[in-house]
């Protein structure tokens, strides 16, 4: 049943609720949701987009994600660029695919769900929603799953393990009290979760303020590396 105050397309789903979906190559509307998409992406798809394509991250930054920082957001917007061929198609769109498919981003993997997550006073809550577009004809397959069915076949687990920590930062009461963070902060920012080879040359030189004792493989295990940014950006803007 519709909720109240959701778009009529968009519907709450409790776990182990059944849905029809399959998506597929020979599916007559394959890649048509990879185009006009304004696809935020998190830190942790930023990593993986850097491994999918072997780029240093400033590189990829440059090429690959559109940063928007507008008067109205504390914090700085990240969004996967599309390319300019009449249909707006996402730049890592090909006529056999998505050319990441292994890395591609959370958002690409989670729909047609969509995650929020509201904190309580003790953890995470999370809430999940199904998006029933009509471009999207893989409603109309058989295939019956369910949130943890799907949420497993298309490996989320590690995504929403980072965006999960990500979001102390995006609903930290100061955030939702408005905070404007300096040019100095928000170019920090940036370099820390979505310019991860450049924030840890930073840390090898020791041109990080404040930095706390380094884990071991630090400068060799990405994940660890994202984890210490991610605390770091925390201790960064809302230690004072
Ligand atoms: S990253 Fe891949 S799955 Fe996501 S919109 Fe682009 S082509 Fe489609
Ligand atoms: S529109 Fe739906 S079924 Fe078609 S390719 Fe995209 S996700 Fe799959």
Redesign the pocket.
Same mark, same amino acid.
């Given at each position: 049943m519709t909720q109240p105050n959701l778009p009529e397309n968009v519907a709450r789903i409790i776990p182990g609720e059944p849905f029809s979906f399959h998506c597929h190559q020979k599916i007559d509307c394959f890649?048509n949701?990879?185009r006009q =998409?304004d =696809?935020a992406l998190t830190p942790y798809d930023a990593l993986r987009m850097r491994k999918a394509t072997g780029l240093h991250s400033s590189e990829l930054l440059r090429r690959f994600i559109i940063v928007e920082h507008d008067q109205q957001s504390s914090l700085p917007q990240f969004y =996967?660029t599309m390319v300019n061929d009449g249909k707006a198609s996402?730049i890592?769109?090909k006529p056999e695919g998505?050319?990441?498919?292994k890395h591609?981003?959370g958002a690409?993997r989670t729909y047609p769900l969509g995650r929020a997550t509201v904190k309580s006073a003790k953890q995470l809550e999370e809430f999940f929603v199904l998006l029933k577009e009509a471009h999207c004809h893989g409603f109309k397959e058989r295939t019956l799953q369910t949130i943890e069915s799907f949420s497993n076949a298309q490996g989320l687990a590690s995504y929403n393990y980072f965006n999960d920590l990500v979001a102390e930062i995006l609903q930290h009461e100061k955030i939702r009290a408005g905070m404007s963070l300096t040019p100095k902060q928000t170019q920090s920012y940036i370099t820390a979760l979505y310019d991860i080879d450049t924030f840890r040359s930073k840390l090898k030189e020791g041109t990080i303020a404040g930095a706390a004792a380094l884990p071991e493989n630090i400068f060799y295990d990405d994940e660890q590396l994202l984890r210490y940014a991610i605390n770091w950006v925390k201790w960064f803007l809302f230690s004072e």
């Open positions: 890649t949701c990879c =998409l =696809l =996967l996402c890592f769109v998505c050319s990441i498919y591609r981003p690409c």
